[in-house]
């Protein structure tokens, strides 16, 4: 089997390369195949999180001991070098207090791309340069490939779309791209779950973590609430004409396109539309009023072009899960982007992220702040 990282032939004789081992099958598996190419693989898992006390919870997340262990005993097999490095500090500033403010703040963030922003693709890099590493590597499911005509570092879709995760790595820069390997872009996870098994990896048929390492069975009210050490207080929940309809139980509690668990009886089902953090109101409508035509985003960040002088056509995406719609990309004076759908859609929340498409390539991303409904 033809197992190619991501990176031209030119780049695939014996760099050292640091990977980035979450004890997960998947950064396992990438490790093994680069020693297979040739490199020299050195593995590192970032600890980040103290791992909560209940064991449910550390079976859903990854930061566990378990996580660090596994990892171990997956470099030892494959006989290559481990370190653990500690990014407790730096993860808590750049991850769980932006996570916290966000949701305080009425948007809904998503704290696994701030990981790899600051953590797995600036903090990791930092260390491997400083250990005089040539690459780092991870287990994410997109490809790298670099356009012959401009030069650029392209970030592209994984072949297996069922686990394709380039919507989380929209923030890479050229810099990072040129010394980032993604050995499984090209494969199916069940392919990667063979090679594990044929190489006798521990992990081989570990599930994948799906929780946020740092809040324990996706409550993350309550872990804001002990974050902070603060009541939260109530609020109320409004119409769009500001009739008050009930009480809410804090503005973080609720993110946009929520349907389940109001608490509110209607004679037909109410959607959360939009939030007022300084009035603490929740507004409900109707879903048609869950439809968006146009929504702006900021901290913007191109791979594919330079910044547009002018509207261009994409694919926009604004969740992980969602398949992308078409929109025109309108660039503004002050370096935010308007998002003009081509038809309304449904669930865009500030704090989340829209990243930009042509076909399988990633043209670029940013953060949604605020949004028009249609």
């Given at each position: 089997?033809?197992l190619m990282?991501?990176?031209?032939?030119?780049?695939?004789s014996?760099?050292?390369?640091l990977?980035?081992m979450?004890g997960?099958?998947?950064?396992?598996t990438?490790?093994?195949?680069?020693?297979d190419e040739?490199y020299?693989?050195?593995?590192?898992?970032?600890?980040?999180w103290?791992e909560?006390?209940?064991p449910?919870?550390?079976?859903k997340t990854c930061?566990?001991?378990?996580?660090?262990?596994d990892?171990?005993?997956t470099?030892?097999?494959?006989?290559i070098p481990?370190?653990?490095?500690?990014?407790?500090?730096?993860f808590?500033e750049?991850?769980v207090?932006y996570?916290?403010?966000?949701y305080l703040?009425g948007?809904?963030?998503?704290?696994?791309?701030?990981c790899?922003?600051?953590?797995?693709?600036e903090?990791m890099?930092?260390k491997a340069?400083?250990?005089?590493m040539?690459?780092?590597?991870?287990?994410h499911?997109?490809r790298i490939?670099?356009d012959?005509?401009?030069g650029?570092?392209l970030l592209k879709k994984?072949v297996?779309?069922t686990?394709?995760?380039?919507?989380?790595?929209?923030?890479?820069?050229?810099?990072?791209l040129?010394?980032l390997?993604?050995p499984?872009?090209s494969?199916?996870?069940k392919?990667?779950r063979?090679?594990?098994?044929?190489?006798?990896?521990i992990?081989?048929s570990k599930?994948?973590?799906?929780d946020i390492?740092?809040v324990?069975n996706?409550?993350?009210?309550d872990?804001i609430?002990?974050?902070t050490k603060?009541?939260i207080?109530?609020?109320t929940?409004?119409?769009?004409?500001?009739?008050?309809?009930?009480?809410n139980?804090?503005?973080?509690?609720?993110?946009i396109?929520q349907?389940?668990g109001?608490?509110?009886?209607a004679k037909?089902r109410l959607?959360v539309?939009?939030?007022d953090?300084?009035?603490?109101t929740?507004?409900?409508?109707p879903k048609e009023?869950t439809?968006?035509?146009r929504?702006?985003?900021d901290?913007v960040?191109?791979?594919a072009?330079d910044?547009p002088?002018?509207?261009i056509k994409?694919w926009?995406k604004t969740?992980?899960?969602?398949?992308?719609?078409?929109?025109?990309?309108?660039p503004?004076?002050?370096?935010?982007?308007?998002?003009?759908?081509h038809e309304?859609?449904?669930?865009?929340?500030p704090?989340?992220?829209?990243?930009?498409y042509?076909?399988?390539?990633v043209l670029?991303g940013?953060?949604?702040?605020?949004f028009?409904?249609?």
């Open positions: 089997m033809g990282s991501g990176k031209d032939d030119t780049q695939m014996n760099g050292k390369v990977v980035g979450s997960g099958v998947d950064s396992s990438a490790a093994a195949i680069l020693k040739g020299e693989v050195y593995g590192a898992t970032l600890k980040m103290d909560p006390a209940d449910e919870a550390v079976s930061c566990s001991l378990e996580d660090v262990e990892a171990r005993a470099a030892f097999r494959m006989d481990f370190y653990v490095l500690n990014m407790k500090s730096l808590e750049k991850v207090k996570f916290v403010d966000s703040a948007e809904t963030p998503n704290p696994c791309i701030a790899n922003q600051h953590i797995k693709f903090a890099l930092a340069m400083m250990l005089e040539d690459y780092i590597a991870t287990g499911y997109a490939e670099r012959a005509g401009t650029r570092y994984a297996d779309l686990k394709d995760q380039s919507y989380v790595l929209y923030m890479l820069r050229q810099d990072q040129s010394r390997l993604l499984l872009g494969l199916t996870k392919q990667v063979e090679i594990a098994r044929e190489k006798g990896l992990n081989s599930p994948d973590s799906q390492c740092f324990r996706g409550h993350y009210s872990f609430r002990q974050y603060k009541e207080p109530e609020g929940f409004v119409d769009e004409s500001g009739k008050v309809l009930g009480k139980k804090g503005i973080f509690e609720y993110t396109g349907r389940k109001l608490g509110i009886s037909s959607y539309i939009g939030k953090v300084n009035k603490n929740v507004v409900l409508g009023k439809l968006v035509k929504f702006y985003a901290e960040n191109y791979i072009i910044r002088g002018k509207p994409v926009a969740r992980y899960s969602q398949k992308e719609a078409e929109a025109m990309l309108h503004l004076e002050d370096g935010q982007v308007m998002i003009e759908y309304p859609q449904s669930f865009v929340s704090g989340q992220s829209v990243v930009f042509d076909g399988d390539v670029g940013g953060i949604i702040r605020r028009e409904i249609q």
